[in-house]
Each structure stands twice: as C-alpha cells, then as structure tokens.
C-alpha cells in the first residue's frame, strides 16, 4: 500500500481536458465489503455550491452505479500511462460479470472510509451533492440522442462535493 498526502486545491495544476478526456480516471466506490470500480473519460472539475467539485456521468447499466448510490461516496482515482491496458480493461469488462477487481489486480485502499486505487498518483475523495438523469428531451443538440444513446442507457450527471485530494 503506498502512503498518500493530503493536498490543498490550490496547488494542484492540472489540465483538465488532458486529465480526464486523455488520460482517463477511475471511479471507485464500495464499502470494506464489496468495492467495485469502472474506468471513465467524460467529466468535469471546478466549482458547484461554493465548494470544489466534480461532475461525472453514469450510465444506467454500470455496476459502479450500485455502489455509489447506496454510498454516496466515490474517488477518483488518475493511473499513469502504464496502467493504460488496466484501465481498459476496467472499461471493458463488468463486475457484474468477474471479479475484475481480482483479475486485473487492483489494489484496493482506503481513505475516510472511502475505496481508492493504490496503483494512483492522484485521487479526488467525493461525496455525491446531486443526481440528475440525464434525458433526451432535454437535449438542445438532437444528434446528441442518436449518436449517443442508440441503446437507451442514459448517464446520470453526478455533482460532487471534492472533499479531499491526496497524491503520492
Ligand atoms: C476510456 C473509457 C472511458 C469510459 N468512460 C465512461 C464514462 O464516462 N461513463 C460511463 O458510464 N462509462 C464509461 N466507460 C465504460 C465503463 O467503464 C464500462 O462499461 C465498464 O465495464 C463498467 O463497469 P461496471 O459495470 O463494473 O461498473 C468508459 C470506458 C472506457 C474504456
């Protein structure tokens, strides 16, 4: 287990576009019990209600969902290039199905009660402020419904309360 320093906003620099959309994260949420963890590329990181935030999107048929709604709580955790085949794997593969978690060899930690990734250089410990589904009617742009959502399976929008950064 690596040992993680907690770190203040304002020193973090990071691009965001690159971070997310590039790089990619992990989203991990569970309890001591039953952890379950997926990899994402579509998010945002900034302010909401006077607090730093994250926005990310779930769509309906993901594990990880399960287990962010009953916790409430999730991390997200940033893995270097060399965890590239993990994370797609991560992104490929259901927990519903396997135990990925296992079979990838993920090590699971801790912070505040809160599952994150050990093989991490960055992690965002959060706590879910608001869930909205995100529907078509509510799509200015039409072609967002046809090239996105052919299946139906919709994301829900998290915003979420950052409640703190630890990197190692
Ligand atoms: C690069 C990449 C980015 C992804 N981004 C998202 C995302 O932002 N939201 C989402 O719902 N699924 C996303 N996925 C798909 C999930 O990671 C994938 O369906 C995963 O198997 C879900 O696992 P689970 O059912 O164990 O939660 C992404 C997959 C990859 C490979």
New binding site residues.
Partial sequence: MHSFQKITSDIVELNPFEKIGKD?MLVTAGNEEKV?T??????AIGQMWGKNAVF????Q?????EFIDKEGRFSLSFLNEKSRNL??F???????DVD?IKEAGVEIGYYDGVPIVDQANFILICRVMSTTLLKPEDFIDKNIDETWYRDKDY?TLYIAEVTDIIAR
């Fill in positions: 990619w379950n997926m990899t994402a590329s579509w998010g990310i999107v779930i769509r048929s993901r594990y990880t969902k994370m797609k991560l992104g490929a593969v259901s927990g519903r990925k994301h």
